[in-house]
């Protein structure tokens, strides 16, 4: 069984008094270990269909499948539970916390599922030595540049061991250079973990990085 599945996903938003279908009947599989890059133009529905995958959005019909767990079944309650222990978000802003140093960041969803603080602080600081942060764990957000703190984005991700990750634009803020070094090092995850990346995203530069790339047009696969 695929480690995603779509099947019939429709979505839509009530603007005023009209009804918007952003999404029309979206049928996808994603496997384990996959690098795949939704791409498409604003208002495509990809990043619609990010947020349904990531269980941060209900829809109207069809089913999702993220390891074998049917997202169409969960409630609210249900669904915050799964994201902590399966999903790992990337995003463009980084949402990191600005009063917290790197670690404290990695740190916090470990918090939340309820890991010791002599394990989540090892876990953590392991984490952080991958994605090249050694040495700028104890800086806070402002410290950092943003290549640096997207890699704590990257790690605070990881750190719970998930299933899938989904980064929304995760190059967006980044200079090209650094875009490079930040796709290098998702790149190198995805390969020596095995780990599962869907990447939304307008950049040609990040899909010369997938394995798959996924065209949407009008809440539609193109």
Same mark, same amino acid.
């Given at each position: 069984?695929?480690? @995603?599945?779509?099947?019939? =996903?429709?979505?839509?938003?009530?603007?005023?008094?009209?009804?918007?279908?952003?999404?029309?009947?979206?049928?996808?599989?994603?496997?384990? *270990?996959?690098? &795949?890059?939704? +791409?498409?133009?604003?208002?495509? !529905?990809?990043?619609?269909?990010?947020?349904?995958?990531?269980?941060?959005?209900?829809?109207?019909? !069809?089913?999702?499948?993220?390891?074998?767990?049917?997202?169409?079944?969960?409630?609210?309650?249900?669904? &915050?539970?799964?994201?902590?222990?399966?999903?790992?978000?990337?995003?463009?802003?980084?949402?990191?916390?600005?009063?917290?140093? &790197?670690?404290?960041?990695?740190?916090?969803?470990?918090?939340?599922? !309820? @890991?010791?603080?002599?394990?989540?602080?090892?876990? &953590?600081?392991?984490?952080?030595?991958?994605?090249?942060?050694?040495?700028?764990?104890?800086?806070?957000?402002?410290?950092? %540049?943003?290549?640096?703190?997207?890699?704590? %984005?990257?790690?605070?991700?990881?750190?719970?061991?998930?299933? +899938?990750?989904?980064?929304?634009?995760?190059? *967006?803020?980044?200079?090209?250079?650094?875009?490079?070094?930040?796709?290098?090092?998702?790149?190198?995850?995805?390969?020596?973990?095995?780990?599962?990346? @869907? =990447? =939304?995203?307008?950049?040609?530069?990040?899909?010369?990085?997938?394995?798959?790339?996924?065209?949407?047009?009008? *809440?539609?696969?193109?």
């Amino acid at each position: 069984m695929s480690l @995603v599945q779509c099947s019939n =996903v429709i979505k839509s938003f009530n603007m005023g008094k009209v009804k918007v279908e952003v999404l029309k009947g979206v049928t996808l599989d994603i496997e384990k *270990g996959e690098f &795949a890059a939704i +791409i498409g133009e604003s208002g495509s !529905g990809k990043s619609t269909l990010l947020n349904i995958l990531g269980g941060l959005m209900p829809f109207d019909k !069809g089913e999702v499948f993220i390891s074998n767990t049917k997202l169409h079944n969960l409630d609210e309650n249900q669904r &915050a539970l799964f994201r902590r222990k399966s999903i790992g978000f990337i995003f463009q802003s980084y949402n990191l916390l600005p009063q917290l140093t &790197a670690l404290e960041n990695v740190e916090m969803p470990l918090i939340f599922t !309820g @890991v010791p603080k002599v394990e989540r602080r090892k876990k &953590a600081i392991t984490i952080l030595e991958h994605v090249g942060l050694k040495d700028r764990m104890e800086h806070k957000p402002w410290e950092l %540049s943003g290549g640096q703190q997207q890699r704590v %984005s990257i790690a605070r991700a990881l750190v719970n061991n998930p299933s +899938i990750i989904l980064a929304d634009e995760p190059t *967006g803020n980044l200079d090209s250079k650094t875009s490079i070094e930040i796709l290098d090092l998702l790149k190198g995850l995805n390969e020596s973990l095995n780990m599962t990346f @869907v =990447v =939304v995203t307008h950049s040609n530069q990040v899909c010369n990085y997938a394995n798959r790339i996924i065209r949407m047009k009008d *809440g539609m696969l193109d």
